[in-house]
């Protein structure tokens, strides 16, 4: 939240009028009650001869592109000369008798811009009519020229040619508080002077209830008139869930009057742009209080008021100009001609106050935090308003900010306030909470002195009550009810940490816990960890895929409606709407990286993932949602762990473009099935088990192109080349590879690895033979290697051939044999024998020939 120092400081000095500090210890103060600030800067500076002045005369200059006006300015003496000043201007907001900001000749404004004496429009301007902007005051460009009263200019002493740096208090400096969403009290003055009184140890005098406080006229409030009858007929449905909703009513204000400077000043450091009286009102009110309101123009309402929820298809035009469709679950507050506001939210066209307005309606009320969140979710729309109600505001307030409202807009702009104030609904009541007063101290392993815990919570507004009551150790107990703007005090942990936090985080005691000694990685951790070390060796590049996928991503694979991958949850409050559901598989997310990578010009890539899948009985499947104000019974805990899904540890590479790239050491080569095969055994050596491959057709995987990976006969993955259609419809670059291993279906085999030497020579041979095209090769090797028997050390497949010469449906498989003996040195005879041996199976088992 954005707020000047001034008027905090203002509201603290009105019950500690010497009390003053500079910006960094006024920092220090936020940092030490728990506030983090943004950051603080001062007013940009500006220098040379900025005064006040008085507009005399206006000339209208025709003939250009656009409205100029050439006035004659009465700077008193701080010309030098006493005549009046030429000034051409452009703004339209200020007329004859205007008190004015001028920044003669030789004013340096914000920015380095300095002002001179030129000739523009066939004139000559001898100086600058300043806007709010121009002098540091606001960031946007607001309505225009500011204006200054007679009133204003006297009750700070001051005339024409005076230096208006004072009055627009140039001298300021702005911070921009960062408020967690648990502490919507904060997003006010009223909230911030509260805690910025107990961080220095000052009295608060609060706001809300006095306008002294407030910094404003003691008797605001004076003259106000009963407000036992009603001003507006209002209905509120028992399904909105507001708790409070009230109205007070004014009448006969000037509509082209204007809100004094040191409103509009308050605003815009706030952040806000001035608009009219009315709204600058509501406004103010809700930096100072933390209460939004909503004022209408009277005229415009019809009938009763009515809060109620949106039906199925009706339409509003919100203040920002967008036609809005509305959803059931958002509350609105209607008359007889519709619906003029979304409540809690932002006001409607139709009712808005306008340059006509005399008889303003203001409303103020108490939502449901959930309901407003949502609706500002759902229309993509968020104000300072809706801002404030879905952290919590304070109830108790209502009748307050309306005097307030009434009252300060019947000084600013005239008009006559009615009698009678309508409020539906009455203020819930708080919990009462009952703790020992040395819980806090045990919570922090410190001792705070006698009564640190009861005048804490009352610091920050809480109703304390002893009961009487002592423990072992003499702590007394307490009932504590919170104060209504602080709906997160809810249990005693939110009082110890209000305790805690008003006393100094600083002062609790530092102490690191001596770490027990653990048992290192588990088997299962380990081979994680194997298995990420490996991939990431082989030059895969790690990501975190995420949990959730695209609900359709298995329409664009044409998973069968049987496949068991499309028995997935869906989340009920989606971070996106589209991405819904949680994934059974990596791939969906592999995809997108790889997608991503690809858009933004990284061609060849290769990544991998290791995470969680969810692996649900039934899609339906729902979690029960156990009370939160106590511990779950035992049935609870396993009714919630039996509707946990099965979520197996899996990884996954995908990879496209080229594995090694053109060079001076040869072409480029591209990634093939072959390589999502390899990475299965590069898992599966970190992973310490054997793997066998075999065809398949599991999409998304090429039919033609995918192999299955199984340990012991069990599938426990597949691999390869991703459909053509797939990659298409994906937006995957063609001859994409892929590979899904579940981790928690390997074996649990934890070795110790040790080199195993032998002082025996080894004899390597090589085999050719020629099997149909339809027999896997892993099936050959298989035959081979039962064949050769135990001299057998090492096999390896390391040419495939074809040609005409073999058949049509016939290919030839090279393998490289290594024979070693454990107990002596292998005879050339030997190793032979084992070679026939295995040809002779090979033969036997797949109709092997050898190759001539």
Same mark, same amino acid.
């Given at each position: 939240?954005?707020?000047?120092?001034?008027?905090?400081?203002?509201?603290l000095q009105t019950a500690n009028p010497s009390w003053s500090v500079d910006s960094e210890e006024f920092d220090t103060g936020?940092?030490?009650?728990?506030?983090?600030?943004?950051?603080?800067?001062?007013?940009?500076?500006?220098?040379?001869?900025?005064?006040?002045?008085?507009?005399?005369?206006?000339?209208?200059?025709?003939?250009?592109?656009?409205?100029?006006?050439?006035?004659?300015?009465?700077?008193?003496?701080?010309?030098?000369?006493?005549?009046?000043?030429?000034?051409?201007?452009?703004?339209?907001?200020?007329?004859?008798?205007?008190?004015?900001?001028?920044?003669?000749?030789?004013?340096?404004?914000?920015?380095?811009?300095?002002?001179?004496?030129?000739?523009?429009?066939?004139?000559?301007?001898?100086?600058?009519?300043?806007?709010?902007?121009?002098?540091?005051?606001?960031?946007?460009?607001?309505?225009?020229?500011?204006?200054?009263?007679?009133?204003?200019?006297?009750?700070?002493?001051?005339?024409?040619?005076?230096?208006?740096?004072?009055?627009?208090?140039?001298?300021?400096?702005?911070?921009?508080?960062?408020?967690?969403?648990?502490?919507?009290?904060?997003?006010?003055?009223?909230?911030?002077?509260?805690?910025?009184?107990?961080?220095?140890?000052?009295?608060?005098?609060?706001?809300?209830?006095?306008?002294?406080?407030?910094?404003?006229?003691?008797?605001?409030?004076?003259?106000?008139?009963?407000?036992?009858?009603?001003?507006?007929?209002?209905?509120?449905?028992?399904?909105?869930?507001?708790?409070?909703?009230?109205?007070?009513?004014?009448?006969?204000?000037?509509?082209?009057?204007?809100?004094?400077?040191?409103?509009?000043?308050?605003?815009?450091?706030?952040?806000?742009?001035?608009?009219?009286?009315?709204?600058?009102?509501?406004?103010?009110?809700?930096?100072?209080?933390?209460?939004?309101?909503?004022?209408?123009?009277?005229?415009?309402?019809?009938?009763?008021?009515?809060?109620?929820?949106?039906?199925?298809?009706?339409?509003?035009?919100?203040?920002?100009?967008?036609?809005?469709?509305?959803?059931?679950?958002?509350?609105?507050?209607?008359?007889?001609?519709?619906?003029?506001?979304?409540?809690?939210?932002?006001?409607?066209?139709?009712?808005?106050?306008?340059?006509?307005?005399?008889?303003?309606?203001?409303?103020?009320?108490?939502?449901?935090?959930?309901?407003?969140?949502?609706?500002?979710?759902?229309?993509?729309?968020?104000?300072?308003?809706?801002?404030?109600?879905?952290?919590?505001?304070?109830?108790?307030?209502?009748?307050?900010?309306?005097?307030?409202?009434?009252?300060?807009?019947?000084?600013?702009?005239?008009?006559?306030?009615?009698?009678?104030?309508?409020?539906?609904?009455?203020?819930?009541?708080?919990?009462?909470?009952?703790?020992?007063?040395?819980?806090?101290?045990?919570?922090?392993?410190?001792?705070?002195?006698?009564?640190?815990?009861?005048?804490?919570?009352?610091?920050?507004?809480?109703?304390?009550?002893?009961?009487?009551?002592?423990?072992?150790?003499?702590?007394?107990?307490?009932?504590?009810?919170?104060?209504?703007?602080?709906?997160?005090?809810?249990?005693?942990?939110?009082?110890?940490?209000?305790?805690?936090?008003?006393?100094?985080?600083?002062?609790?005691?530092?102490?690191?816990?001596?770490?027990?000694?653990?048992?290192?990685?588990?088997?299962?951790?380990?081979?994680?960890?194997?298995?990420?070390?490996?991939?990431?060796?082989?030059?895969?590049?790690?990501?975190?895929?995420?949990?959730?996928?695209?609900?359709?991503?298995?329409?664009?694979?044409d998973l069968p409606a049987d496949d068991a991958r499309r028995t997935a949850i869906k989340v009920e409050n989606p971070l996106?709407?589209?991405?819904?559901?949680?994934?059974?598989?990596?791939?969906?997310?592999?995809?997108?990286?790889?997608?991503?990578?690809?858009?933004?010009?990284?061609?060849?890539?290769?990544?991998?993932?290791?995470?969680?899948?969810?692996?649900?009985?039934?899609?339906?499947?729902?979690?029960?949602?156990?009370?939160?104000?106590?511990?779950?019974?035992?049935?609870?805990?396993?009714?919630?762990?039996?509707?946990?899904?099965?979520?197996?540890?899996?990884?996954?590479?995908?990879?496209?473009?080229?594995?090694?790239?053109?060079?001076?050491?040869?072409?480029?080569?591209?990634?093939?099935?072959?390589?999502?095969?390899?990475?299965?055994?590069?898992?599966?050596?970190?992973?310490?088990?054997?793997?066998?491959?075999?065809?398949?057709?599991?999409?998304?995987?090429?039919?033609?192109?995918?192999?299955?990976?199984?340990?012991?006969?069990?599938?426990?993955?597949?691999?390869?080349?991703?459909?053509?259609?797939?990659?298409? *419809?994906?937006?995957?670059?063609? /001859? &994409?590879? !892929? #590979?899904?291993? %579940?981790?928690?279906? =390997?074996?649990?085999?934890?070795? $110790?690895?040790?080199?195993?030497?032998?002082?025996?020579?080894?004899?390597?041979?090589?085999?050719?033979?020629?099997?149909?095209?339809?027999?896997?090769?892993?099936?050959?090797?298989?035959?081979?290697?039962?064949?050769?028997?135990?001299?057998?050390?090492?096999? *390896?497949?390391?040419?495939?051939? /074809? &040609?005409? !010469? #073999?058949?049509? %449906?016939?290919?030839? =498989?090279?393998?490289?044999?290594? $024979?070693?003996?454990?107990?002596?040195?292998?005879?050339?005879?030997?190793?032979?024998?084992?070679?026939?041996?295995?040809?002779?199976?090979?033969?036997?088992?797949?109709?092997?020939?050898?190759?001539?």
């Amino acid at each position: 939240m954005l707020i000047s120092q001034s008027w905090l400081t203002r509201i603290l000095q009105t019950a500690n009028p010497s009390w003053s500090v500079d910006s960094e210890e006024f920092d220090t103060g936020f940092v030490r009650v728990g506030f983090e600030t943004e950051g603080f800067s001062s007013i940009p500076e500006t220098t040379g001869p900025l005064v006040i002045g008085r507009v005399e005369q206006i000339e209208e200059l025709e003939g250009f592109k656009k409205p100029i006006r050439y006035c004659q300015v009465n700077v008193g003496t701080a010309n030098g000369s006493g005549e009046q000043q030429n000034i051409i201007c452009g703004a339209r907001n200020f007329a004859e008798g205007d008190n004015v900001i001028i920044a003669l000749p030789g004013t340096v404004l914000p920015g380095g811009f300095e002002i001179g004496a030129r000739e523009t429009y066939g004139k000559i301007s001898e100086g600058m009519i300043c806007s709010a902007m121009e002098v540091g005051l606001a960031t946007v460009q607001n309505a225009g020229i500011m204006t200054i009263s007679d009133a204003e200019l006297a009750s700070h002493g001051l005339t024409i040619g005076d230096d208006g740096r004072e009055l627009l208090g140039l001298s300021d400096t702005i911070f921009d508080v960062n408020i967690t969403p648990d502490r919507g009290y904060a997003l006010s003055a009223r909230g911030l002077a509260r805690e910025l009184a107990s961080s220095f140890d000052l009295q608060f005098r609060d706001p809300a209830t006095d306008p002294a406080a407030a910094a404003l006229d003691d008797d605001l409030f004076a003259g106000l008139p009963a407000t036992e009858s009603e001003v507006q007929a209002i209905e509120v449905d028992k399904d909105t869930e507001c708790s409070v909703f009230g109205m007070r009513k004014v009448t006969g204000i000037d509509p082209n009057s204007e809100s004094p400077l040191w409103l509009q000043r308050e605003l815009m450091l706030c952040g806000s742009r001035p608009v009219n009286a009315a709204t600058d009102v509501t406004n103010y009110l809700m930096f100072l209080l933390g209460q939004p309101m909503h004022a209408f123009d009277a005229d415009k309402i019809a009938g009763p008021l009515k809060v109620r929820r949106a039906k199925a298809g009706e339409k509003l035009t919100t203040l920002d100009h967008v036609e809005r469709e509305l959803h059931e679950e958002d509350v609105v507050i209607a008359d007889d001609n519709g619906i003029q506001s979304l409540a809690g939210v932002m006001g409607g066209t139709t009712s808005e106050i306008s340059e006509t307005t005399t008889d303003v309606l203001f409303e103020a009320a108490h939502w449901d935090q959930l309901t407003i969140a949502r609706t500002c979710r759902r229309h993509k729309l968020s104000s300072e308003a809706s801002r404030r109600f879905e952290r919590g505001v304070d109830a108790a307030i209502i009748n307050e900010a309306l005097d307030f409202a009434v009252a300060l807009l019947s000084r600013i702009a005239g008009g006559t306030v009615e009698e009678g104030r309508t409020v539906v609904g009455t203020v819930e009541r708080m919990p009462t909470i009952t703790m020992y007063t040395s819980r806090p101290g045990k919570v922090a392993g410190t001792i705070y002195p006698d009564g640190t815990t009861i005048g804490r919570l009352r610091e920050i507004g809480c109703v304390v009550r002893e009961t009487g009551k002592r423990d072992g150790n003499g702590a007394r107990e307490i009932e504590v009810t919170p104060p209504t703007w602080r709906p997160d005090l809810t249990m005693p942990a939110d009082l110890v940490e209000e305790v805690l936090r008003l006393q100094g985080l600083e002062d609790i005691p530092s102490i690191v816990p001596t770490a027990p000694a653990g048992r290192g990685l588990t088997p299962r951790q380990k081979m994680r960890r194997a298995v990420g070390r490996a991939m990431a060796w082989a030059g895969y590049a790690e990501i975190i895929p995420s949990p959730f996928i695209a609900n359709n991503v298995f329409d664009v694979w044409d998973l069968p409606a049987d496949d068991a991958r499309r028995t997935a949850i869906k989340v009920e409050n989606p971070l996106e709407s589209d991405y819904a559901t949680i994934g059974t598989t990596l791939l969906p997310s592999m995809m997108e990286a790889l997608r991503r990578n690809n858009t933004r010009g990284q061609r060849d890539a290769a990544l991998y993932g290791i995470a969680q899948v969810s692996l649900p009985e039934s899609s339906e499947l729902a979690s029960p949602m156990p009370a939160v104000t106590k511990r779950p019974t035992e049935a609870e805990l396993a009714e919630l762990m039996s509707s946990l899904p099965e979520q197996p540890l899996h990884v996954a590479m995908i990879a496209a473009g080229n594995r090694q790239l053109q060079g001076t050491w040869g072409d480029a080569e591209p990634f093939t099935a072959r390589d999502a095969i390899e990475a299965a055994r590069t898992i599966a050596r970190a992973a310490g088990v054997e793997i066998s491959v075999r065809n398949a057709e599991y999409l998304p995987w090429h039919p033609g192109r995918c192999a299955e990976i199984l340990v012991d006969d069990t599938v426990v993955g597949h691999a390869g080349e991703l459909h053509p259609q797939v990659c298409e *419809r994906a937006q995957l670059p063609a /001859r &994409s590879i !892929a #590979l899904e291993i %579940d981790l928690d279906g =390997l074996p649990l085999r934890e070795t $110790f690895p040790r080199p195993v030497l032998s002082p025996f020579p080894a004899l390597l041979q090589d085999v050719a033979v020629v099997v149909s095209q339809d027999i896997p090769s892993a099936d050959v090797e298989a035959a081979l290697k039962e064949g050769a028997g135990e001299l057998l050390e090492e096999i *390896r497949l390391f040419d495939i051939y /074809r &040609s005409e !010469a #073999l058949g049509e %449906d016939k290919r030839s =498989l090279t393998f490289s044999l290594r $024979f070693r003996a454990a107990d002596r040195t292998l005879t050339e005879e030997e190793a032979s024998q084992a070679r026939e041996a295995a040809i002779a199976q090979a033969e036997k088992a797949v109709g092997a020939t050898l190759r001539g």
